[in-house]
Each structure stands twice: as structure tokens, then as C-alpha cells.
């Protein structure tokens, strides 16, 4: 059974800065992507960034490219998800998530956490 635990999440003024953090349990991740997706209530998924656990290879939306930063600790089996300069349109829940495996941009997941609300205010 995976789980997954996001925390981290919060309210933020325009250009600022959170960190969130996924803790992962319930497998071994080495053959798998991880990734972060985003989804406000009723609307659609946007697939934010995914990392490789293996190789830490990365692969981001082009919405935030420059601005987020996806890492993992294999040690503590955590994936953050860094976010710089932040803009209103980034608000949403944001979810932790598993790849499903061979799936492409915008990817498909398998397993998700609760989610984690990122509030940018102007």
C-alpha cells in the first residue's frame, strides 16, 4: 500500500517562496517517476514536475520552469518540490504523486496523497 504525505503547503505573497514536502512509504521507489500535479476543485489536472528516483533526471511544466525545483532524498524516501516567484494562477491543491509506468507528459499517476493547499496572494 503506498502512501504518500505532502506537507508544507500555506499562504505566500506574489514573489515569494514555499517548499513542499512528500513523504513516500509503502514500496521501493527506485524503479519509479515522482511527481507533483496540481488540480483546483472541478477543474483539471496540470502535471507540474516529475523526477526520475533513480537518476534524478527532471521534467517540468513549461508554466514553471525556472521557477520550481523537484528533488528527492533517497535516504529519507521525500520528494520536495522547491517554488520560487511565486504568481497567483499557482494557486491550487497541489498533490504528490506516483507515474504510472510508461506513461508521457502530462503523465498519468497511479497513487496521490491528500494534497496540500499553495495560496499566492496579490
Known amino acids: 500500500q503506498v502512501q504518500l504525505v505532502e506537507s508544507g503547503g500555506g499562504l505566500v505573497q506574489v514573489g515569494g517562496s514555499l517548499r513542499l514536502s512528500c513523504a513516500a512509504s509503502?514500496?521501493?521507489?527506485?524503479?519509479?517517476?515522482m511527481g507533483w500535479f496540481r488540480q483546483a476543485p472541478g477543474k483539471g489536472r496540470e502535471s507540474v514536475a516529475i523526477i526520475r528516483w533513480s537518476t534524478g533526471s527532471t521534467d517540468y511544466a513549461d508554466s514553471v520552469k525556472g521557477r520550481f525545483t523537484i528533488s528527492r532524498d533517497k535516504g529519507k524516501n521525500t520528494v520536495y518540490l522547491q517554488m520560487s516567484s511565486l504568481k497567483p494562477e499557482d494557486t491550487d491543491v497541489y498533490y504528490c504523486?506516483?507515474?504510472?509506468?510508461?506513461?508521457?507528459?502530462?503523465?498519468?499517476?497511479?497513487?496521490w496523497g491528500q494534497g496540500t493547499q499553495v495560496t499566492v496572494s496579490s
Open positions: 504523486a506516483t507515474v504510472r509506468t510508461g506513461s508521457t507528459w502530462p503523465y498519468d499517476f497511479d497513487y
Open positions: 509503502g514500496r521501493t521507489f527506485s524503479t519509479y517517476r
